[in-house]
């Protein structure tokens, strides 16, 4: 298994000579988020082993985290 310590992104100035002109992602007029200074999380891949506590114990793995909670929500495509 391999853990990210730390990322360091490119760092894009504000006002600096040569910073690309970026269009905005989300909102055309009045955006702020372009490809330069969006998270660099999206560029990550995550994964969860989940496990009964009973599965733990007999693995003789220690829980990292305990669920208390969850949400799902959905609602219909926008044409």
Do not use: H, W
């Not at 600096?16 to 007029?29: A, N, R, Y």
């Not at 490809?35 to 082993?49: G, H, L, R």
């Amino acid at each position: 298994m391999v853990y990210l310590k730390q990322s360091s992104p490119l760092a894009v100035a504000p006002g600096k000579k040569g910073k690309p002109d970026l269009p905005t992602v989300f909102q055309k007029e009045n955006g702020t988020t372009t490809a330069a200074n969006v998270s660099t999380i999206n560029d990550y891949a995550a994964a969860c082993v989940l496990m009964t506590a009973g599965a733990a114990e007999k693995r003789n793995v220690k829980p990292l985290v305990r669920i208390v909670g969850f949400a799902d929500a959905a609602v219909a495509p926008i044409d």
